[in-house]
């Protein structure tokens, strides 16, 4: 195993034993290559630098109480690369060389999967498509650059579970009504930055857009899904211009299987003073509560009515949700689902 302080790791780059490419080009997939330098080759005219022909996916390994390895639901980010691509009109993967790849890739970086007893880490693996291909006009690239890149990480922000604040950004959007909002492609976090940044500098963690053509639905957060709880009830926006989030997805199973109410439908701000719990949800974040909540006029304005949801710690419900999907996850309790992906030894 690396030497690794395993409780000190944030979400954060740390250099792994290899990094997995395979490039589309003249119709075929190049074998599979283990490098073992990050630093890749390719023309300075690549789509990818210009014209933003990107994709990308994020997933996680962990080790069970078993000593077995998990990934936890591969295919589902195998399906939403491809719906990516298609988006960008480039090739993608298929389902299995996907999951194939994110194996060999746990494999060859076992060094750098977090031991069991390191619940708040787990060895993140982002799969990233991009465009290579020489151009110089407006068009998909050709030639498509595949690799399985790997981290070893912690809590997004703060240490797992620990509540933050955020804000609504009503004067910026991330993503158009019609645009790209729904798809995993690198465009989407440039758009967020602006955004982002004011509401770091003014000691929030998150962003909360809202739906950009009415202004009056919660839409997502800059790199996680919204939740709310009220009463028994799980609820969660339905829009166009979000991102079809994973784990939100398996959060509404785990809730109905829980025995609570789930709602996937439009969200509207004004519900906001209603809910009784209110979290961030994602594979980064993986369940983050909302303390502080604060609407603006503007991001920049002095203006605010502020929702605050619990003490600062993770609301009941919340909780119960995250440790059923970590126990999944963790194989510490039975995965009726069929969610995880075994990485045989
Ligand atoms: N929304 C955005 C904008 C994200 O970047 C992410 C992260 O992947 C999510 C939601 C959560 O998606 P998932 O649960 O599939 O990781
Ligand atoms: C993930 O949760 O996997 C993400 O891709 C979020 C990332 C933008 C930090």
């Not at 300075?44 to 996680?60: M, N, Q, R, V």
């Not at 691509?85 to 890739?105: H, N, Q, T, W, Y």
């Not at 407006?138 to 399985?148: D, G, I, R, Y």
């Not at 899904?225 to 959060?251: E, H, Q, V």
Request: glycine share 8%.
């Amino acid at each position: 195993m690396a030497n690794i302080d395993w409780s000190k790791l944030t979400f954060s780059y740390t250099k792994t034993n290899t990094i997995l490419r395979t490039v589309y080009k003249d119709g075929a997939w190049t074998p599979v290559e283990s490098l073992t330098d990050d630093n890749l080759t390719f023309s300075s005219y690549a789509g990818a630098l210009h014209y933003a022909i990107e994709c990308f996916e994020g997933l996680k390994a962990f080790r069970g109480k078993d000593g077995r390895i998990r990934l936890f639901r591969p295919e589902e980010n195998a399906k939403r690369l491809q719906r990516s691509a298609k988006f960008l009109g480039i090739e993608a993967p298929s389902v299995e060389m996907f999951v194939d790849m994110c194996k060999r890739a746990v494999l060859e970086n076992i060094d750098y999967l977090p031991p069991y007893e390191e619940e708040g880490a787990s060895l993140y693996l982002r799969p990233t498509l991009i465009g290579t291909n020489p151009q110089l006009g407006v068009q998909s690239s050709k030639e498509s650059t595949f690799l399985m890149l790997c981290s070893p990480v912690g809590a997004y922000v703060g240490g797992a579970l620990d509540a933050v604040d955020v804000v609504i950004a009503r004067n910026y959007d991330r993503a158009a009504g019609n645009g790209s909002g729904s798809f995993k492609v690198g465009g989407n976090y440039a758009c967020s930055l602006y955004s982002l940044n004011k509401a770091h500098d003014l000691g929030f963690k998150a962003v909360l857009y809202l739906d950009p053509v009415n202004k009056k639905y919660i839409d997502e957060f800059n790199s996680s899904n919204f939740f709310a709880i009220k009463g028994n009830t799980y609820i969660t926006p339905k829009s166009d211009s979000i991102l079809p989030s994973i784990t939100n997805m398996s959060l509404e199973t785990a809730a109905a299987h829980l025995g609570m109410e789930v709602e996937r439908r439009p969200v509207a701000v004004e519900e906001l003073s209603t809910f009784d719990e209110v979290g961030e949800c994602g594979t980064a974040v993986v369940i983050t509560p909302v303390h502080k909540l604060v609407d603006k006029p503007t991001l920049e304005s002095e203006e605010e009515t502020v929702y605050t949801y619990g003490d600062g710690q993770c609301g009941p419900k919340s909780l119960k949700l995250y440790h059923f999907i970590k126990g999944i996850q963790r194989g510490e309790i039975e995965d009726v689902f069929n969610w995880n992906v075994e990485v045989e030894l």
